[in-house]
């Protein structure tokens, strides 16, 4: 089984900044894509931010030049660098791992985290 820990959210204020990460821990031979979604009071989960293997990446048009996200393949790890942050960005974020797989023989699995709040405030 696969978890994924996400750290890093919490309360600023617009303008500020705030860096989330998230950790894939188990029995992993890869993982295809990793990304952030985030949900806010009322609203559909949405895709913020994802990155391949191999380092391509996609972001909503509401964060981009904004958000940068990174990953470090070998800690399985995510990261999102959030700037100058809007109140519009509170949500809860997701770390999502997409076609996780324990073994080159086996098929990938989908996984998401426990989620991590953000709230920025006016």
């Known amino acids: 089984q696969v978890q994924l820990v996400e750290s890093g959210g919490g309360g600023v204020q617009a303008g500020g900044s705030l860096r989330l990460s998230c950790t894939a821990s188990?029995?992993?031979?890869?993982?295809?894509?990793m990304g952030w979604y985030r949900q806010a009071p009322g609203k559909q989960r949405e895709l913020v931010a994802a990155?391949?293997?191999?380092?391509?990446?996609n972001y909503a048009d509401s964060v981009k030049g904004r958000f940068t996200i990174s990953r470090d393949n070998a800690k399985n790890t995510v990261y999102l660098q959030m700037n100058s942050l809007k109140p519009e960005d509170t949500a809860v974020y997701y770390c999502?791992?997409?076609?996780?797989?324990?073994?080159?023989?086996?098929?990938?699995?989908?996984?998401w985290g426990q989620g991590t709040q953000v709230t920025v405030s006016s």
């Open positions: 999502n791992a997409d076609r996780v797989r324990s073994s080159y023989f086996r098929p990938g699995s989908n996984y």
């Open positions: 188990g029995t992993i031979f890869s993982i295809n894509a």
């Open positions: 990155i391949t293997s191999s380092g391509n990446t």
